[in-house]
């Protein structure tokens, strides 16, 4: 790489995934063994994938649970080893559960740990300011 050639753009796609319980609504985090963090899930899209596809895939790999596309929720941007990153989030719902699509993932930092947590507790647990910002912001839009 020379010196005016910049990194490529690391393209991803993730989910809020949410359920209504009997005690309020509950949003789902993960834990990845990898890195030791707890976070949304997400993941990079494959060569030709749109958006809203790769955080459907996602979303299933890492939770165990097939998600069901609802409105946009937002955008996080940072430098993940000195490669900028972007991040699109949607808000989904569980349509079904189907742990056969955590085999199907190729990657090995997917989540180890799935966990439903009231938005509150789960911002308590989560690692990264853009994501909790984003969670923030999307449980204030939605008056939970």
């Known amino acids: 790489m020379t010196g005016t050639d910049k990194p490529p753009l690391i393209r991803a796609a993730g989910g809020l995934l949410w359920r209504d319980t009997k005690h309020g609504r509950e949003i789902v985090i993960i834990h990845r063994t990898r890195y030791d963090d707890w976070s949304l899930p997400k993941g990079k899209l494959k060569a030709d994938e749109r958006w809203e596809e790769a955080a459907l895939r996602e979303v299933g790999e890492e939770t165990g649970y ?3 596309l609802g409105s946009f929720a937002g955008t996080t941007f940072y430098y993940h080893a000195e490669q ?3 991040v699109l989030f949607w808000n989904m719902h569980v349509s079904a ?4 699509l ?3 993932s190729d990657s090995s930092d997917e989540g180890d740990q799935v966990l439903w947590l009231p938005v509150q507790e789960a911002l308590k647990r989560m690692n990264y300011e853009a ?3 984003l969670l923030l912001n ?3 839009r939605l008056n939970l």
């Open 84 to 86: 900028p990153k972007i």
């Open 138 to 140: 999307e449980a204030r």
């Open 97 to 100: 559960v189907d742990l056969s």
């Open 102 to 104: 955590k085999m199907q």
């Open 131 to 133: 994501e909790k910002e």
């Open 66 to 68: 097939q998600p069901k």
